[in-house]
Every structure is written in C-alpha cells, then in structure tokens.
C-alpha cells in the first residue's frame, strides 16, 4: 500500500553551508537588486543601461498573446481523501526463474527516489515579477502546436507551487528535483547586471515549502532555460553563469544538499535547425560548469553534492558480431557522453574518435584546463529514458570521418530501433522513448565502468504513450503502459545494483505532471493530468504515480 500521509518535517543533522546571511558576505561587491515590471511601451525612455525602459527592451522580440489568468499564489488546499484511493491492483504474472529473487533484493533506506520538472515547462508567469526574456520565450510564445497554449500559461505552476508541492507530500514522495529560472533571479543573465528579489523571493519559498512538507529539494541551476543574449557559445557564458550560481547558491546553500549545475548541455551544442555542432560552446559549458563547482566547494564551502546532468539513451550494436557496428556504438557515446564526460569525471582529453574527425572544431584541452576539470561532479547524473542501435554509414565511419561534406560528417553514426530481425526493440511512445527495459542494465553498467563515478543517478526516466491526450480523462488517469514502464525498469535497476554492482544512488520520474514539452502539451510525461480548460489547472494523479511510489515502499529498506 502506498504510504498517503504528508511525512514529518526535515531536519538536517548539519548545516550544507552558511546561512544566507553569512554566505551573502561571499557574493560580489556592488551588486545592486530591482524590480522590474515590464511596460512594453516603456522601450524609449532613457533611464540607464539596467533601467525599465532597457527591461522592456529585452522583451521587444517576444511577444506573449496569451495572458496568465491569474497573478496571486494559491495558498494549497487540502488533498482530499477521495484523491487518494489506491487504484484496482495490478496483475503480477508469476516471476520467471531469472526474476525469482528480485523480492529479495533491496534499495538502501538513503535511495534518493522522486519526480523531477524544469521551471519553463510549468511555471507559467514569464513576463511576470521581473523575470527576463530567455531563449526559450522565442519558441514558447509561438502558438504551441497543439494550439492549446502558450508557455506564458503553461501550467501556472510559479502561482501554484504550493498545492504541486502538498500533492506530491501528499501521495508520499521524499524528493523533488525543480529549476530555477535565471532570468527570474538575474532578468538580463550578464554579469554586473541587477538581482531581482521577487525572483530569488519566489524559490527561497518554493524550497521552504518543500522543506515544510518533508520533501528534500534537488536544484537544477539551469534546464535549457539560457537568457536570451548568453546562449552557450558567447564567450560570456561561463562568468556569466558563475555570477548567477553565486546568488543562489549563497542564498539557498544551507537548505539544499544536491546541486545540478546545467541539464543536458551535452546535446545542447547541436544546433537543433541544421542538426550540426556548435563547437565553441563545449568549453564554455566545461569553464561555467566546473567553476561554479569550485566557488560551492572553496569559496562557500558547501558540503552538499554537485553534479552535471547528461541526456544519454544508450546505443547498443546492432549487430554484437560486427566490429564496425560495436565502434559505431561506442563512437556515439563518445559524442554524446565523452566529450563533457572525459574532462568531468575523468580528467582525460575529448575523445579520439571525436577530435579526430575532419570537421569537428575543438581545440585540445591543455593538462591545465584537464586539471581544473577533473573530478568537478561528486556523482554522476543522467536522464536514461531509452536505448536504441548504433550502425556504421553505408561508406564506412573511416570515409565518413574523412569527409567534410559527407551528410553524416562529423557523427558518421547511424541510429535506429529496428532490431536486425525486423522487430522494434520496444514499446513505442509519442516521441523517441521505447519501453526497452532488456538494456537498463547497460545503459548503468556503461557509465560506471567507462566514468567510473562514486555513484549513478537516474536524473529522469519516464514515458509518453502514444496520444495519450486523445483519451477521455478517465483513460489517460489509468495509464498502465507509463506504470508498466517504470516498474520494468526498476526491477532491472534492482539488477544492476545486486548482480552488477552498479552504485545506483537514486531514481527521479519526469515528469511529476504533464507539462510543455517544448511548444507541445500533447507530449505527456506526466504522473499527474493537467486540466488546462477549466481555467484552475486542477492537477489529479495517474494511476502510475501510486504504483510508482508503491514500488519504492515495497523496495526501499526500512
Ligand atoms: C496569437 O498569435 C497567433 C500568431 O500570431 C495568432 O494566430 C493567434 O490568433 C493569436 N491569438 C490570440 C488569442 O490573439
Ligand atoms: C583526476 O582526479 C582523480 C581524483 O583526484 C585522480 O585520481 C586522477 O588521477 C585525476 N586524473 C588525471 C588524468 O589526472
Ligand atoms: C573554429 O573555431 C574557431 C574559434 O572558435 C573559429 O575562429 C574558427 O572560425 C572555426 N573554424 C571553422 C572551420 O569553423
Ligand atoms: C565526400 O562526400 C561528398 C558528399 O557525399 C561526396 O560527393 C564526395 O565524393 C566525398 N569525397 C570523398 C573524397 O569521398
Ligand atoms: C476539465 O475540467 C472540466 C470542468 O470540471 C471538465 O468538464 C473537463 O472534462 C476537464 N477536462 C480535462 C481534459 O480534464
């Protein structure tokens, strides 16, 4: 049965780092704080370079036709009990003799185990309380695809983090992993520029709530979310990203005991319009990360963990027996893995395969730079969601990687989940995800044996079965396939802790409610519906999210 109570307060046994008070003594002089409000007709007066009128200025590209139905935080209301009737039980086939003694296997009583979301895919409020524009806003205010809304509405969650919060106390989740949003905390994401208090005001109560309702946040400092003018490849994105960690960090580092600096930036260098590389955000992304790990551990001195969060859906041969089809595997790890993944955990050089490659524009790190790099992440964190296959070009990856202007150049990697018999390797979802739980074990045993962290956390996993939204409210609340998803990949997580001995320190379920999944609502992740028509946002559980927690109270140790 899944536990249905809200569990006691958190105390923590040990300061992380020195109260805001204290740690604000370590943050750059002359700083100064604003609160802007954004008049888009403000643009010509001349009230200085941080004024409004250079505000409104920031915003005149984006324009949001949506306006957000309401601007006051919801205080939370109670979940009633009716919410919380545990779903028909689940059919549990007898146990193969292979899968016999996963009863007896156990997760450690400090498994870190919960949800995760982003704060663009559900806070709504964007031109709201001084926040400034990010890069995002330029797809997210286009009429989304699904036409239902835009991201200024997306799921109120900045008036309604509150109740999100209660509901996931509610149904028993000791975790929740959010970000914060930049341009909230510093509107135009430079250096020296002003620090919006209704900003840092606003996740300073987001991370109390969760603290009062004994739910321990993880902190992701940027999820895609980049200011509008800093994207990775300006040369101002490390400092840059420096000067805002420094504010949250001094402000929340006493609370917060995991830090994940950047989500995913190691497929945020491909350029999604031409499907090439931006090679001169790599060490970029290298310097802003590892120096914001630096100032936590030296300057502030917090002794809580950071880390750095890859996507990764693991590429396997396709065919095991061709060595051509094995180097094509390992080569897309390279790129997607090993270039951020050397230095970081490793503090061994991009890799080979990679920086061999007639096209690709990296320039060696020096053994400086490899030292400064070495060992900026206390474990390693990645969003396995899926696996597929990895296969040579047709011309060979030698021919490819030669060629400039061959159409495969510089990955010369071909992916596919059509297994070499014909049959998909999984389940299908609405997007690339496949229910592949054969390769869960892989996907951790790789990382471990290749980066050889001091233990792997499943940063989000989750699934969006097909057209989901086109079912009636009833049939997308009773979503076995996600439950399905994620019980199997679990049972092989089990797996790969007892007869691999994989260090698997946690697993976080994306999303904790159906969100925008970059200009769509139609991709639903979600363990929770989202109710975007009757003008409340009323959030109610999927059947997933009680079996969810109900794996982790079976499996979790006492
Ligand atoms: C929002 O903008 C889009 C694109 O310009 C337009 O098609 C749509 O009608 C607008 N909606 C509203 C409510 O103004
Ligand atoms: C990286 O740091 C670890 C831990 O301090 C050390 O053992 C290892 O030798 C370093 N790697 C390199 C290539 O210097
Ligand atoms: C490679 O990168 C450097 C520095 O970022 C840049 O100046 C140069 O133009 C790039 N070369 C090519 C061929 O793109
Ligand atoms: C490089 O690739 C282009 C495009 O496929 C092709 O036309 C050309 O012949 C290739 N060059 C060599 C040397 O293979
Ligand atoms: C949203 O709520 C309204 C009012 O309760 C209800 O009629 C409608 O079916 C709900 N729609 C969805 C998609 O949840």
């Known amino acids: 049965m899944a536990h249905l109570?809200?569990?006691s307060a958190l105390c923590f046994s040990a300061a992380l780092a020195s109260p805001p008070g204290q740690a604000s003594k370590l943050l750059p002089t002359g700083l100064t704080t604003t609160s802007y409000s954004l008049n888009r007709d403000a643009t010509t007066s001349n009230d200085g370079q941080y004024g409004q009128s250079a505000y409104a200025s920031l915003w005149a590209s984006i324009?949001?036709?949506?306006?957000v139905p309401f601007t006051t935080t919801a205080s939370p209301t109670p979940v009633v009990s009716s919410e919380l009737v545990f779903p028909p039980a689940l059919y549990t086939p007898c146990p193969s003799s292979a899968d016999a003694c996963i009863s007896c296997y156990k997760l450690p009583k400090d498994f870190i185990w919960g949800v995760a979301g982003s704060a663009f895919q559900i806070e709504g409020g964007l031109q709201q309380d001084g926040r400034g524009p990010g890069a995002l806003d330029t797809i997210g205010s286009l009429p989304n695809t699904d036409g239902l809304?835009?991201?200024e509405v997306s799921n109120m969650n900045y008036y309604l983090y509150k109740q999100d919060i209660a509901r996931l106390a509610a149904i028993g989740l000791p975790y929740y992993s959010f970000s914060i949003s930049w341009t909230r905390i510093v509107p135009f994401g430079t250096v020296g520029s002003?620090?919006?208090e209704a900003g840092l005001k606003h996740y300073d109560d987001v991370i109390n709530t969760c603290i009062q309702y004994g739910i321990k946040p993880i902190v992701t400092l940027v999820h895609v979310d980049l200011p509008l003018a800093i994207p990775y490849e300006n040369p101002e994105f490390p400092d840059a990203l420096l000067y805002y960690a420094k504010q949250v960090m001094a402000r929340y580092g006493d609370r917060v005991e995991y830090w994940a600096t950047l989500n995913e930036p190691n497929i945020g260098y491909q350029n999604r319009a031409t499907g090439g590389y931006i090679w001169d955000a790599v060490p970029n992304i290298l310097n802003g990360h590892a120096s914001v790990y630096h100032w936590y551990k030296e300057v502030l001195k917090g002794t809580g963990q950071i880390t750095i969060k890859f996507a990764n859906n693991l590429a396997v041969p396709l065919d095991s027996n061709n060595p051509d089809d094995t180097r094509a595997a390992i080569r897309y790890?390279?790129?997607?893995?090993?270039i951020l993944g050397n230095p970081i955990f490793l503090g061994t050089q991009y890799p080979s395969e990679v920086l061999s490659?007639?096209?690709?524009n990296l320039t060696a790190l020096t053994a400086t730079k490899l030292a400064y790099f070495n060992g900026t992440a206390d474990f390693w964190s990645f969003d396995p969601y899926t696996a597929g296959f990895a296969t040579s070009p047709s011309n060979g990856i030698d021919a490819c990687a030669a060629n400039t202007t061959d159409p495969n150049n510089p990955y010369c990697v071909i992916n596919t989940n059509v297994q070499n018999d014909g049959w998909l390797n999984g389940q299908a979802s609405f997007a690339y995800a496949y229910i592949a739980p054969q390769y869960v074990r892989q996907q951790l045993g790789y990382v471990w044996d290749v980066y050889k962290p001091k233990g792997v956390l499943i940063a989000e996993f989750g699934f969006n079965p097909y057209m989901e939204f086109t079912k009636t409210v009833e049939a997308q609340l009773y979503d076995l396939e996600r439950t399905y998803y994620y019980q199997a990949f679990l049972r092989e997580t089990l797996k790969s802790i007892y007869e691999d001995g994989v260090n698997v320190i946690g697993a976080l379920g994306w999303s904790f409610q159906?969100?925008?999944?970059f200009t769509s609502y139609d991709q639903q992740y979600g363990l929770q519906h989202v109710n975007r028509t009757n003008g409340l946002f009323t959030r109610s559980f999927k059947r997933s999210i009680f079996d969810f927690v109900d794996f982790f109270h079976e499996f979790v140790e006492k």
């Open 5 to 7: 109570i809200a569990l």
């Open 63 to 67: 324009t949001y036709n949506t306006s």
């Open 149 to 151: 809304a835009n991201a």
């Open 194 to 196: 002003p620090i919006n």
């Open 333 to 338: 790890q390279d790129y997607i893995l090993g």
């Open 357 to 360: 490659t007639a096209g690709v």
């Open 514 to 517: 159906d969100n925008d999944e």
